[in-house]
Every structure is written in C-alpha cells, then in structure tokens.
C-alpha cells in the first residue's frame, strides 16, 4: 500500500472560477452531455473535515459508456466522493468535470443529465408507485405527456407492471430497490450515479438488479457505482478504483488488479489453526494474512500446502483462484464484506 504520509495533504481552495452563462430552458432540456470528452473527469480532488482529510488529492477518469466502480471501507471518502461529484458538496481543491461541464460552477444544468440512486431508499410512502415515477418526472420539468410515456416503458423495465398501483410500503426491499433505479431513469440520463446500489437485498434480487444494469450498460449508459460486493464488481464493473483515507491506492480492470496486486492462488484455512501449524507452512507460502478466523495463504504451486495440509485431521480449508476480495484485503487490510 502506498505511504499515505508522503504526498501533500489537501491544500486551501483555489480560485473561484468564472460563473458559466446560464442555459436558456431548451438549451437545457436538449443539451447532452459533451460525449467525446470523458464522462467523468476528477482531478486532485481534496475535502477536509475538522482537520482530518477526506478525500485526499483524488484523481479518476470514467470513459462515456463505462461502468466504474469505487471501492473502499467505510470512511474512505466514497459517499463524499459522489456528493462532490454531484454539486452537493463543494470541494476544497481539485478540477470536477461531468461531460465537459465544470462542477459545482455548473452543478444543476450537469444534475440534469445524471440518474441517482442512493444508498437508502427515499421514495415517497404515500404514494404508489406510478406516483412516485410522475412526481420524479415533474422535478426535471417533464411535460404531462412526456411523463405518461415514459412511465410505462419504466415499469416494464423495473418488472412492476402488477404493482404500478401499489403504495410503496407493500412492495418489497427488492422492488424498492428496482423503483428507485426506474425513478433515476425518468429523465433518460446518460450517466447513472448508484450510491451501494444492492445493499440489503438477498441474492434473487441483488441478481435482478444486476441484469437490469447489464442492460442499461448495453444501451451505452454510463455507470458510477460504489459497492461492497465483490462479485458485483467483478461482474459489472469495466474499472475499478479502491481508496483508503481518501487516496487512490489501486485502479484497472478486475483481471489486472488480481494479477498486479495477489497473482497467484490462495489456499483458506478455517477455524482454530493452531499457531504450530501456521509456523509449519509458513515456508510453503509467499505470505499468510488473517481476517478473523480465517487464514489465507497465497502461493505460486498450492500442491505442497495442500498436500502437507491433507495430513492435518480436523483441519478445514479451500483452494481457489484469487479473486477482488483479495485484493481489497491486502490493500486495505479489511474484507469487502465486512464493512
């Protein structure tokens, strides 16, 4: 892990820059964002509270049709990250742009074209689930029309067709979950911000959120998402970037951060290892980390280890493939699922 005492911390905020000319409303309602520029640019992106720093000279770069995921345990400045990133927070230093636009400078006329979805659920309780669509739908400045056309597509697309008519407290966590992604479609964005998008469903419904995903990222959507989940960065996510303490400490694909920062197999043991046993094969490994009650031994050739461990009664353990837990756990020092 790189030193985090190294690089200059967050520094004072430079120069307001110039206010943008404000967009006459057909300006806004055609205007996309700026497609052959990156979707999201950062650059040394700096907020401090109470002294201590929460996002630390944070630099990213998402390309327009990517799904780029953010990585990190509790604290690392991830949800301030996207607040930053929305205008909804304003940085002490660093360059924001989202489609070529400056932000926070111009923070509404970009919010316009950006989905949210956050970690918690917000709809409204009152009102049924097509309500909660139309509503959404007036916020942007929809037309009645506009909304009695997109809101039907939204209800196929999220599977709630049978209960457009339904209050939102007799739906489950899992249809929650697939409104609040249909109500951050209302204003057809062309990037989606997804705040742990998953937290709190069971695999059925963790899986349909998923493939509703896949299907936005098929249509050329741009996707930022934050997520605990190993598997679901792995299956959704082009790139990846894992901060700790508000700095970048890794990014690329699954596939390179596996082979950049474990690159090989690991070998889990289970339970109540005895120290002798550890101390054993110890020589067998390229290094042996532990996360509660779980040893985990990384080597080249898992052959030996395996072997010396067969002849261990009462000792449990699994050889696999390295995977992003892995890889956050040496980085971090924390599981994914732990958080």
Same mark, same amino acid.
């Given at each position: ?9 967050c520094g004072e +905020?430079? @120069? ?9 409303? +057909? ?41 780029? @995921? ?22 002490? *230093? ?61 209800? *196929?697309? *999220? ?9 939102? @407290?007799?739906?489950? @966590? ?46 050329g959507k741009t ?117």
């Amino acid at each position: 892990m790189p030193d985090r005492h190294t690089r200059p911390r967050c520094g004072e +905020a430079p @120069g307001a820059a110039k206010p943008q000319p404000s967009p006459t409303v +057909a300006q806004q309602e055609s205007a996309r964002f700026v497609m052959t520029a990156a979707a999201i640019e950062v650059t040394e992106l700096c907020k401090t509270y109470d002294d201590r720093p929460v996002v630390d000279h944070l630099s990213l770069r998402v390309a327009p049709g990517e799904c780029f @995921g953010l990585l990190g345990p509790n604290g690392a400045g991830k949800t301030t990250t996207l607040r930053m990133l929305l205008g909804l927070v304003t940085p002490d *230093a660093g360059d924001i742009r989202l489609g070529g636009m400056p932000v926070p400078q111009s923070a509404p006329e970009a919010r316009r074209r950006i989905g949210v979805v956050p970690q918690f659920d917000n709809l409204d309780p009152d009102f049924t689930v097509r309500e909660n669509l139309a509503v959404f739908g007036r916020y942007f400045g929809l037309s009645r029309a506009e909304i009695r056309e997109r809101v039907p597509a939204l209800l *196929a697309f *999220a599977r709630l067709e049978a209960k457009a008519d339904a209050r939102v @407290g007799q739906l489950s @966590g899992g249809m929650k979950r697939r409104l609040t992604l249909a109500r951050a479609l209302i204003n057809n964005p062309d990037l989606l911000v997804l705040d742990e998008p998953t937290t709190g469903l069971d695999p059925q419904a963790r899986h349909l959120i998923w493939e509703r995903l896949k299907s936005l990222m098929n249509e050329g959507k741009t996707i930022l998402l934050t997520t605990h989940f190993m598997e679901e960065a792995e299956r959704l996510c082009h790139r990846l970037c894992v901060i700790d303490a508000g700095r970048k400490i890794a990014e690329g694909t699954p596939p390179e951060l596996v082979a950049r920062e474990i690159g090989c197999d690991v070998v889990e043991l289970f339970g109540d290892v005895p120290r002798a046993l550890l101390a054993q094969i110890s020589p067998l490994a390229e290094r042996i980390e532990t996360s509660g009650e779980t040893h985990f031994c990384y080597v080249r050739d898992a052959a030996p280890l395996v072997a010396a461990l067969q002849h261990q009664p009462g000792v449990r353990y699994l050889h696999r493939r390295a995977n992003l837990e892995d890889v956050f756990l040496k980085l971090t020092g924390r599981e994914m699922r732990d958080e």
